[in-house]
């Protein structure tokens, strides 16, 4: 009897321990991309139901459902090594664990037995391959679930992790909508891509954290966008989070707690308090004049995404739009939008921008910024990153690009704008693009709408180094510049700026891209015409000083880097910064040039 009661009161002990050991506080070290501290909710966002499809095969059908299965096999395994890679940078305890369990993972994706019961479920019971997975996994999982060794009964959990994953992979389900969310959520996923980015709502989701991804990937600009805490490259987090625990991100320093204890809770609702103040007391300088010290006047402009953040950009103080990445209103839908549906979504940015000047870069699709409805024109690429994209494939698929042009003519009349072109290399892009705009113009007219006489500066992103070297020649067709030092610093140096294996490496203060920064504000300074900075180094206070140094006055960032941004240039003397500029530019070592920048950082502030 006395047994009896013992051996029914261990199994509770023991799943109170577990769950106190759950409820450990547990510390994350990752890639802070965007800064602030949050604290909420976990919603571990790979969780998210997946409804399963059923049906039957015919014949004819067999194998190419095979094929499908063997595609989303070997998608898996590469998402697997891909984390197992990122989890070897770290170390300890649950860096272990979670080797540990990404190779049970892979031995699973490998495996005769799973994979061949799949196989034939489709072959001889002729069933889809989504609905073959879940009914194979379901079949072992019960299998384990029956079994005494608790050890084994855990094993269900990953068959059921594994099968979800090529289940996710079959119905190519990459995004989540985030929506029924609790308020102020933090969301951790495996890997967020930009399109994901696009769906979240600052005011549900409270910030996010993921496993793969570099800082000036576009999921990480953003995140600075909408001014949600972020930190990537954590890898083993996923594996032990549970939604609804509680968590801390801290954005700036790069940190991740899940179960804080009361103690840390109590320390970090300080440091969010005072970051707090610190933002109210900057958005004091809203309407100030970004004027230096010896009076020289710098623009500085916000760049977006999305029409809601124009709010976000006025609210920051900014002074017009320096960057619209257009792409993102081709996010997310299975049908591209038609001129009409572009043109309302540019007339509702340049409404609400009030007579200040957006600047409209036309589709920069491609790369890591991918747009699920244009498969059909973008060919799975050797090399993305160098492959059909930005104004190469407006270029190329010219009904497209008229459509966005007639848009843009149309919207012109709401307000002041500008063309900008993006991964211009050659000047006959430019030229290309202003036969299409006059052509579009005319046939705009003859339909009876009121097209203004004069058409809309065509400009051109300076991001890869052709197109800065050869600055003088595009400066002599191009209307303005804009110099976007995210793809000129990842062109330059050959790295990937989503890769958050090459992170390290990534470096705008290479002597190279500043030298490249300095022939392309030559060549716009000798033809006389505008010239700015779009890329992330614009709302980083530290290279203000090198940027106004190199003769850069207009500058467009993410709308929550304005204040700090004004706040600094409001210290800089602006012949000071040139004097310096020399000196930094006659280094060869980006580590003494990285040395001479902090000093010059220093001054400021402490003068
Ligand atoms: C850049 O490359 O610096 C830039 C501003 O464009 P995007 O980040 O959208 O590629
Ligand atoms: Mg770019």
Not at 60 to 80: G, H, K, P, S, T
Not at 155 to 162: G, M
Not at 384 to 391: E, F, I, K, S
């Amino acid at each position: 009897m006395t047994d009896r009661k013992t051996d029914m009161e261990r199994p509770e002990e023991n799943y109170a321990s577990i769950l106190q050991r759950q409820e450990d506080e547990k510390l994350f070290q990752g890639l802070g991309v965007s800064p602030g501290i949050v604290i909420g909710p976990v919603y571990v966002s790979a969780a998210s139901e997946i409804s399963v499809p059923d049906y039957s095969l015919a014949t004819r059908d067999l194998d190419r459902e095979l094929n499908r299965l063997d595609c989303a096999i070997e998608e898996a395994q590469e998402q697997v090594l891909k984390l197992k890679r990122k989890g070897e940078d770290n170390h300890g305890e649950s860096a272990e664990e979670l080797s540990l369990l990404l190779d049970a993972h892979l031995q699973m994706l490998a495996s005769k037995s799973m994979i061949g019961g799949i196989r034939a479920r489709i072959q001889t019971g002729r069933k889809n391959a989504e609905a073959a997975v879940m009914a194979e996994a379901k079949q072992i999982m019960a299998r384990f679930a029956k079994m005494d060794d608790p050890y084994l009964q855990g094993k269900a959990q990953e068959v059921r992790e594994v099968a979800l994953r090529l289940i996710r992979n079959l119905i190519k389900a990459t995004s989540d909508s985030y929506t029924g969310l609790k308020k102020g959520s933090i969301i951790l996923a495996e890997d967020i891509t930009p399109a994901d980015t696009a769906q979240m709502d600052p005011g549900t989701v409270g910030g996010f954290v993921a496993a793969l991804g570099g800082p000036e990937g576009h999921t990480a600009i953003m995140a600075r966008s909408l001014g949600l805490p972020a930190v990537l490259g954590i890898p083993d987090l996923i594996s032990v989070a549970e939604t609804s625990q509680t968590i801390i991100v801290d954005g700036s320093r790069g940190l991740v707690i899940l179960n804080p204890t009361d103690e840390r809770l109590k320390d970090y609702r300080k440091r969010a308090k005072a970051e707090a103040d610190e933002n109210h007391a900057l958005a004091g300088l809203r309407f100030t004049r970004a004027l230096t010290l010896d009076e020289i006047e710098l623009n500085l402009h916000a760049n977006i995404e999305l029409p809601r953040e124009t709010e976000i950009a006025l609210h920051q103080g900014a002074e017009g739009i320096g960057l619209l990445r257009t792409e993102f209103m081709f996010m997310n839908r299975e049908q591209l939008p038609d001129e009409e549906e572009q043109y309302q979504t540019l007339s509702t940015i340049l409404e609400a921008m009030d007579g200040r000047p957006v600047t409209i870069r036309t589709l920069d699709a491609g790369g890591e910024k991918l747009v699920q409805a244009l498969d059909g024109l973008d060919p799975k690429a050797i090399n993305p990153a160098l492959g059909l994209r930005a104004v190469r494939l407006s270029l190329k698929h010219s009904d497209l690009f008229k459509q966005q042009l007639a848009a843009i003519l149309r919207a012109s009349l709401r307000g002041p704008l500008r063309i900008l072109l993006p991964l211009v290399t050659t000047a006959g892009e430019i030229r290309q693009t202003r036969r299409l705009l006059k052509e579009v113009a005319d046939e705009l007219r003859a339909k009876g709408y009121k097209i203004p006489e004069q058409l809309p500066p065509v400009g051109a992103m300076i991001e890869v180094p052709a197109a800065a070297l050869a600055a003088d020649g595009l400066a002599r067709v191009a209307d303005f510049f804009a110099i976007g030092t995210n793809d000129l610093t990842m062109y330059t140096l050959a790295i990937d700026r989503a890769d958050d294996q090459v992170a390290y490496l990534y470096n705008p203060l290479h002597p190279a891209v500043l030298r490249l920064i300095e022939m392309t504000v030559r060549s716009a300074n000798f033809a006389g015409i505008p010239v700015s900075v779009c890329g992330e180094v614009a709302g980083d206070i530290r290279y203000l000083p090198l940027l106004v140094g190199l003769g850069i006055r207009d500058l467009s960032m993410s709308a929550h880097s304005l204040p700090r941004v004004k706040k600094r240039a409001l210290a800089l003397s602006v012949e000071e910064a040139k004097r310096r500029t020399e000196k930094i530019m006659a280094q060869n070592d980006p580590i003494r040039i990285a040395t001479l920048l902090e000093d010059f950082n220093d001054n400021i502030q402490a003068g």
